[in-house]
């Protein structure tokens, strides 16, 4: 487990530094984006059911995002940690993703900035939910 | 008949069920994260292993030792990913599966010589 999380940790760094060139080079980060989300299905004991649990989080974050009610990215990031049944996840799969939620935040607030997500930023959001969303998906 | 396999750095769980056709059926999706971008064989999927040519000391070479990267080898034949896309994959998996240089090069070469039929016939 302790490997795992190492390997996770540093693709995650390097996911965060790929996610900064988004715009110039999307085929990697999606790559690494389907890593990331995969190493984290593959982690369960049940990985359809969290492949499931994924699929759920996205699609109601994609409303969200979808939606005409303005929101701030901080006010994003909580949104996200709310969807998280954090007492069922492993004291590990907690570190990986609070690390993950926020180095996530930090690249997409150097992207966009703080405060309010416009309307034309959003489709930052929507993107990396669709990359999760599409690497979820192959689990079944 | 269940068997299962532990998978180690590259590989999820093996996880396996005989059926009455003869074939092996994944009870679990297997995760290969040899590739930046992981192949994920899907749970249900059916596999007697037959993308690696029974080529007779090929097969005796083969069986038991590259079980996980036989079956990603087969699902992207099956799945139609490109036959050589499929067979350098299948390579890469062996090394990561422990396979020993000696052994996984002849098997290699067996499906990159012999695998085109089977490949189309996947096609079918």
Redesign the interface.
């Known amino acids: 487990m302790k490997t795992l999380t190492v390997i996770l940790l540093t693709m995650i760094l390097s996911a965060c530094a790929v996610m900064e060139q988004v715009e110039k080079n999307p085929l990697t980060s999606e790559l690494i984006t389907n890593q990331l989300t995969l190493r984290f299905i593959a982690a369960d004991d049940d990985p359809v059911e969290r492949s499931l649990k994924i699929q759920q989080v996205v699609t109601k974050l994609q409303t969200r995002v979808d939606g005409e009610v303005e929101f701030t990215l901080v006010e994003f990031e909580q949104m996200v940690r709310q969807e998280i049944d954090w007492q069922s996840i492993s004291p590990a799969d907690q570190e990986l993703l609070n690390f993950a939620f926020t180095k996530a935040r930090q690249v997409i607030s150097d992207l966009i900035g703080e405060g309010v997500v416009e309307p034309d930023e959003r489709y930052t959001l929507v993107t990396l939910l669709t990359w999760v969303n599409n690497a979820a998906m192959r689990v079944r | 008949m269940n068997s299962t396999l532990p998978g180690g750095?590259y590989f999820?769980d093996l996880v396996l069920q005989h059926t009455d056709g003869g074939k092996w059926e994944l009870k679990?999706?297997l995760?290969y994260?040899g590739l930046?971008?992981?192949t994920?064989v899907?749970?249900?999927f059916k596999t007697n292993l037959d993308s690696v040519p029974r080529l007779p000391f090929i097969y005796a070479t083969f069986k038991g030792r590259a079980v996980r990267a036989a079956a990603v080898h087969d699902y992207l034949y099956e799945s139609q990913r490109g036959k050589q896309f499929s067979d350098q994959t299948f390579l890469l998996a062996m090394k990561h599966e422990g396979v020993p240089t000696r052994w996984r090069y002849p098997i290699y070469w067996a499906v990159v010589l012999f695998g085109n039929s089977i490949y189309e016939r996947k096609r079918s």
């Open positions: 750095h999820s679990e999706p995760f994260f930046l971008n992981p994920v899907p749970s249900g």
